[in-house]
T-cell receptor, first 109, second 113 residues
């Protein structure tokens, strides 16, 4: 079946860039999403990219899409303590979003 | 700024009780969803709805039921709560015009003792 995979943890120093990676299997996915979840809260949509785009930038966030390799990445520039959260990658499937397991971003001072 | 509301925020209840988790959205979205998520873990779709009087089961087998009598309201009911139901329940909604994105409520953290 369709699948989305992410590494479970990423540790970066405050002020550095964070790069969170995601791979997906469904080549027909049209939209690919990044969501952020802070402790005890629901998920917040961060950004999304349409499958005919290679890159999308929104302030400190840059999304790169390699459709050939089915690889998606989220780069957070100048990572701050407030960026500490779990980041979920999702790809649209037939009737629902297919979710990754989430990457926990840990910020070191 | 949440346009999708879940109540209660936290619930601790004894085994065998009937509970209803409420979810309402003010955005006029047709699609609504219920996800189950253990803390910090992946999301599992348990129910979804395309609109009024439409309900479908998701991938994760669940002993819960849902109803969609009004566009804005999508309650989830557990007839007899068990400790295995302890989890976080997230409600979400989306428009039908595109495949996502989803707007999430803040969740209900359920503990069954």
């Amino acid at each position: 079946g369709e699948d989305v995979e992410q590494s479970l943890f990423l540790s970066v120093r405050e002020g550095d860039s964070s790069v969170i990676n995601c791979t997906y299997t469904d080549s027909s996915s049209t939209y690919l999403y990044w969501y952020k979840q802070e402790p005890g809260a629901g998920l917040q949509l961060l950004t999304y990219i349409f499958s005919n785009m290679d890159m999308k930038q929104d302030q400190r966030l840059t999304v790169l899409l390699n459709k050939k390799d089915k690889h998606l990445s989220l780069r957070i520039a100048d990572t701050q303590t407030g960026d500490s959260a779990i980041y979920f990658c999702a790809a649209d499937g037939n009737y629902q979003l297919i979710w990754g397991a989430g990457t926990k971003l840990i910020i070191k001072p | 700024e949440a346009d999708i509301y879940q109540t209660p925020r936290y619930l601790v209840i004894g085994t065998g009780k009937k509970i209803t988790l409420e979810c309402s959205q003010t955005m006029g979205h047709d699609k609504m969803y219920w996800y189950q998520q253990d803390p910090g873990m992946e999301l599992h779709l348990i129910h979804y709805s395309y609109g009024v009087n439409s309900t479908e089961k998701g991938d994760l087998s669940s002993e819960s039921t849902v109803s969609r009598i009004r566009t804005e309201h999508f309650p989830l009911t557990l007839e007899s709560a068990r400790p295995s139901h302890t989890s976080q329940y997230l409600c979400a909604s989306s428009t039908c015009s595109i495949r996502g994105p989803l707007h999430f409520g803040n969740g209900t953290r359920l503990t069954v003792t």
